[in-house]
T-cell receptor, first 110, second 113 residues
Framework: DAKTTQPPSMDCAEGRAANLPCNHS???????VYWYRQIHSQGPQYIIH???NNETNEMASLIITEDRKSSTLILPHATLRDTAVYYC???????????FGKGTRLHILP | DGGITQSPKYLFRKEGQNVTLSCEQN?????MYWYRQDPGQGLRLIYY???????QKGDIAEGYSVSREKKESFPLTVTSAQKNPTAFYLC????????????FGPGTRLLVL
C-alpha cells in the first residue's frame, strides 16, 4: 500500500500557484518525499524530492512540515502544460522499489 | 542522447498468445523496473531488477516473466496466463535502489484482440 494520501483531484487557474498537498503521517526518519507527475499517456516524470528541508528547483518547490507528516508541492505559475496526475511517494533507504498511489489529478483552468 | 526507450508504442495480442515488450536504456543504470497502469489507477510494480542476471517479483507478477541478460535491456513477456493484459506498461530505470530517481520510458499500450 502507498504510504501517502493525496486528494484525487484539484483545479488551479492558469498563471496562479498550484499547491498540491500530501499526507505521510507514518513517515520515518530516513524516508524521503518524492514527487513525480504523469502527463496523459506518457511515462511519469521526476519533479523534486526532499528529506526535511524545503527544496526548490526549476520546476517546483517542496515544502515539508516540521514534523514531516505532510508536504506541499508548489508549482509557482501553473500553465496548461502542467495538467497531469501528480504522485507523492515516500521512499526509505532500505526500499528497493517505490509504490505509486493514485495521485492527484491537477486541472489547470484557462 | 541518453534515455530509456520502449517498443512498440501499441501492441495487440490475440487470445492465448505470448507477447514481449521491449525496454532499453543507455543511461548506464543498474536497476530497471516494469509497471502496469490501468485506466484511472496508479502504477503497480510487476518486476524489478537491481543488477544483471537478477530480478524480483513485484506486487502483480503473476502472468508475466522477465529476463535481464544485459544491463541495457529488460524485456517483459506477457504470457497467456495473464487473463487481463490490456493496460499501459511502463518501464523505468535508476542508478540503483534506495531513493534513486527513476526515469521512465514512454510506455507501451497493450490491447487484446
Amino acid at each position: 500500500d502507498a504510504k501517502t494520501t493525496q486528494p484525487p483531484s484539484m483545479d488551479c487557474a492558469e498563471g496562479r500557484a498550484a499547491n498540491l498537498p500530501c499526507n505521510h503521517s507514518t513517515i520515518s526518519g530516513n524516508e524521503y518525499v518524492y514527487w513525480y507527475r504523469q502527463i496523459h499517456s506518457q511515462g511519469p516524470q521526476y519533479i523534486i524530492h526532499g528529506l526535511k528541508n524545503n527544496e526548490t528547483n526549476e520546476m517546483a518547490s517542496l515544502i515539508i512540515t516540521e514534523d514531516r507528516k505532510s508536504s506541499t508541492l508548489i508549482l509557482p505559475h501553473a500553465t496548461l502544460r502542467d495538467t497531469a496526475v501528480y504522485y507523492c511517494i515516500v521512499i526509505g533507504w532500505r526500499d528497493d522499489k517505490i509504490i505509486f498511489g493514485k495521485g492527484t489529478r491537477l486541472h489547470i483552468l484557462p | 542522447d541518453g534515455g530509456i526507450t520502449q517498443s512498440p508504442k501499441y501492441l495487440f495480442r490475440k487470445e492465448g498468445q505470448n507477447v514481449t515488450l521491449s525496454c532499453e536504456q543507455n543511461l548506464n543504470h543498474d536497476a530497471m523496473y516494469w509497471y502496469r497502469q490501468d485506466p484511472g489507477q496508479g502504477l503497480r510494480l510487476i518486476y524489478y531488477s537491481q543488477i544483471v542476471n537478477d530480478f524480483q517479483k513485484g506486487d502483480i507478477a503473476e502472468g508475466y516473466s522477465v529476463s535481464r541478460e544485459k544491463k541495457e535491456s529488460f524485456p517483459l513477456t506477457v504470457t497467456s496466463a495473464q487473463k487481463n493484459p490490456t493496460a499501459f506498461y511502463l518501464c523505468a530505470s535508476s542508478f540503483g535502489r534506495n531513493q534513486e530517481t527513476q526515469y521512465f520510458g514512454p510506455g507501451t499500450r497493450l490491447l487484446v484482440l
